[in-house]
């Protein structure tokens, strides 16, 4: 729909699809332009005060001659000392506009709007991301902005082959969404791949923001692995971006999907790199038996102790002296739930009670517990260090999975015993092999396919200096990392 010369029959067109009669916050000022009618359309909340006040003082105080023949061309070109000015003609772009926090002007005999983006949304500061936390190294992370998220990126990448692109995403939410990527650095097909997805999405709204655009990314799938990587950390975004990876930013979340990555990009952090890479190396270690502990170390307990009898005295010591008036499987399979219970009620609770919280659920029932004859220690103690285990993984959703994974493991043994044990873990197995990221790359890799440089990579925390190849697996266009010996400055 175009617009037409008469500013009122603009009005009335606006008003229907924008409401402007029925809501509140948006707001119609009516002001006079070189003697001619016309009319701010804005969102109250969104635009700059100051800067409105500003451009207001200055049409008002135009004259006829000032602004005629060619009036809109004038405006913009001579009068309106603004930077982000654009003309339109279209009602729905106007709508678009204004909605996103944009100013438009509708003037008297003129057939073209002007649209001024003087808007500022409530936002937070960048402040250190809670799940990510660091002792050394930076502390600024994204927030629900988008354009400050962009912003951070571009502070500590200064490559003019970087490149944002935004998509719309949801017929009604119309949600910005922003492809990040380095051109020169990036495998092009899965650039273009991802861009074809994400303008393939039918919905009204992304209400989760970048978790529902992941499900349609990636489509539907009951895997409990994930295959995106979430950060809310502007150094470990630009890390990615550096490697070859593809990254999207969704407006109103201060989280960036990282893709395609693979099972180990759950299991690393900034703060191994913060470090010596002796001590990165050394947590990174620490880091990988935990996640093991996490896993498999309750149902091999219990898995041990059905089968006390056939191992040598030295490992009788890993069985109960009393079983409690609970069977053993039963106990972990209780304090799986309360783990769970536990880790629900402390998201619900305020700062202010999660001391409590943790001292109520963590010590005192446990110790309770044992005293009426419920558990044994040894119960609580393994399930402790798979708790502290599951903690120890930097990414929450992988932990999540793990979790899932710990229950199979523990009701298959519990079942059917050893034939149990092993058979979740060919399971399981078959679930990691089988997995696969975006782009078809494998979960597994470099363990599966198997790749000893990029294994060693991962498994040893090197200096920066010696990684001078970017991953395999994401097919860049520039496979160094760093420029060849003959292309360094003497």
């Known amino acids: 729909m175009k617009l037409t010369k008469k500013v009122g029959e603009n009005i009335k067109i606006l008003d229907r699809k924008l409401g402007i009669s029925e809501n509140f916050d948006v707001v119609k000022r009516e002001i006079i332009i070189g003697g001619r009618k016309a009319f701010y359309i804005f969102i109250d909340g969104f635009a700059k005060d100051e800067i409105m006040l500003y451009i207001e003082k200055r049409l008002q105080s135009l004259d006829r001659e000032e602004i005629t023949p060619n009036t809109i061309e004038k405006l913009i070109t001579q009068k309106i000392s603004y930077l982000e000015v654009e003309i339109t003609d279209e009602v729905e772009h106007i709508e678009f506009m204004v909605l996103s926090g944009a100013l438009a002007i509708l003037i008297d005999r003129e057939d073209n709007a002007i649209i001024l983006d003087v808007r500022s949304y409530p936002a937070r500061g960048p402040e250190e991301p809670d799940l990510e936390k660091v002792t050394r190294g930076s502390r600024d992370g994204f927030t629900e902005t988008l354009i400050f998220n962009?912003?951070?990126?571009?502070?500590?990448?200064?490559?003019?082959?970087?490149?944002?692109?935004?998509?719309?995403?949801?017929?009604?939410?119309?949600?910005?969404?922003?492809?990040?990527?380095?051109?020169?650095?990036?495998?092009?097909?899965?650039?273009?791949?991802?861009?074809?997805?994400?303008?393939?999405?039918?919905?009204?709204?992304?209400?989760?923001?970048?978790?529902?655009?992941?499900?349609?990314?990636?489509?539907?799938?009951?895997?409990?692995?994930?295959?995106?990587?979430?950060?809310?950390?502007?150094?470990?975004?630009?890390?990615?971006?550096?490697?070859?990876?593809?990254?999207?930013?969704?407006?109103?979340?201060?989280?960036?999907?990282?893709?395609?990555?693979?099972?180990?990009?759950?299991?690393?952090?900034?703060?191994?790199?913060?470090?010596?890479?002796?001590?990165?190396?050394?947590?990174?270690?620490?880091?990988?038996?935990?996640?093991?502990?996490?896993?498999?170390?309750?149902?091999?307990?219990?898995?041990?102790?059905?089968?006390?009898?056939?191992?040598p005295d030295w490992l009788k010591f890993l069985g109960p002296k009393k079983t409690g008036e609970i069977s053993l499987f039963m106990q972990f399979f209780i304090l799986e739930i309360g783990i769970d219970l536990l880790r629900i009620a402390s998201v619900h609770t305020p700062n202010s009670l999660a001391t409590a919280l943790a001292i109520i659920g963590g010590l005192i029932l446990s110790e309770f517990a044992i005293k009426v004859g419920w558990f044994v220690p040894e119960t609580i103690l393994y399930m402790s260090v798979a708790g502290l285990g599951m903690f120890a993984i930097p990414s929450l959703e992988f932990s999540l999975a793990l979790r899932l994974f710990r229950y199979i493991l523990l009701i298959s043994t519990g079942f059917f015993r050893i034939y149990g044990f092993i058979g979740s873990l060919i399971f399981i197995f078959i679930i990691f092999v089988s997995t696969k990221s975006f782009g078809g790359i494998r979960y597994t890799w470099p363990l599966i396919p198997f790749d000893r440089k990029s294994l060693a990579t991962i498994i040893f925390r090197k200096p920066i200096p010696e990684v001078k190849r970017r991953p395999e697996f994401l097919k860049t266009k520039d496979k160094n990392a760093a420029p060849p010996d003959d292309e360094v400055p003497n």
């Open 150 to 311: 962009t912003a951070l990126i571009r502070r500590r990448i200064r490559d003019p082959s970087l490149r944002f692109e935004i998509i719309q995403v949801g017929s009604r939410s119309k949600t910005d969404v922003v492809i990040g990527y380095i051109k020169d650095i990036a495998d092009s097909n899965l650039v273009k791949d991802l861009k074809e997805k994400i303008n393939k999405i039918d919905t009204d709204a992304l209400e989760m923001c970048e978790k529902s655009l992941e499900e349609f990314i990636l489509g539907r799938s009951w895997n409990p692995l994930p295959q995106v990587r979430y950060t809310e950390r502007p150094d470990v975004t630009s890390a990615h971006l550096l490697e070859g990876h593809i990254v999207v930013i969704v407006d109103n979340s201060p989280s960036v999907m990282i893709l395609p990555v693979t099972m180990f990009h759950f299991t690393q952090h900034a703060q191994d790199y913060y470090q010596n890479p002796a001590v990165g190396t050394y947590f990174r270690w620490v880091r990988f038996i935990g996640i093991l502990f996490s896993v498999i170390l309750p149902p091999l307990w219990l898995l041990l102790v059905y089968y006390k009898g056939s191992f």
